[in-house]
């Protein structure tokens, strides 16, 4: 809906160049960089205290490979926001936010 509002009068002669970007952001929580997320929080001036421990949160994720019922073994992460977790749509907002801007 949005792009169909946007491009509505995309061509008409009396207003200003424009210029329509598609982004695919459909992998895009398996590649946000914790450095980033870590300056991204801290520039929104949150607490010190907060984003450290968010951020020993966000680091210390790890990962288990369950085959027939059983642990097979498992893996830290490295990078990434994990899916179903309930904070993480907001942070993608505020780096969403953040690339917008940009």
Same mark, same amino acid.
């Given at each position: 809906?949005? #792009?169909?509002?946007?491009?509505?009068?995309? +061509?008409?002669?009396?207003?200003?160049?424009?210029?329509?970007?598609?982004?695919?952001?459909?992998?895009?929580?398996?590649? /946000?960089?914790?450095?980033?997320?870590?300056?991204?929080?801290?520039?929104?001036?949150?607490?010190?205290?907060? /984003?450290? +421990?968010?951020?020993?949160?966000?680091?210390?994720?790890?990962?288990?490979?369950?085959?027939?019922? +059983? /642990?097979?073994?498992?893996?830290?992460?490295?990078?990434? #926001? +994990?899916?179903?977790?309930?904070?993480?749509? #907001?942070?993608?907002?505020?780096?969403?936010?953040?690339?917008?801007?940009?």
């Amino acid at each position: 809906m949005i #792009l169909q509002d946007l491009s509505k009068n995309y +061509r008409r002669k009396n207003t200003s160049p424009r210029c329509a970007l598609n982004v695919d952001i459909s992998k895009a929580y398996d590649t /946000v960089d914790w450095d980033f997320l870590e300056d991204l929080l801290n520039a929104y001036n949150l607490s010190r205290k907060f /984003v450290n +421990r968010f951020m020993i949160y966000v680091r210390n994720t790890s990962y288990s490979l369950l085959m027939n019922g +059983r /642990v097979q073994g498992n893996f830290k992460g490295a990078k990434g #926001l +994990r899916q179903g977790d309930p904070i993480y749509p #907001l942070l993608f907002v505020l780096i969403m936010e953040y690339l917008t801007r940009l």
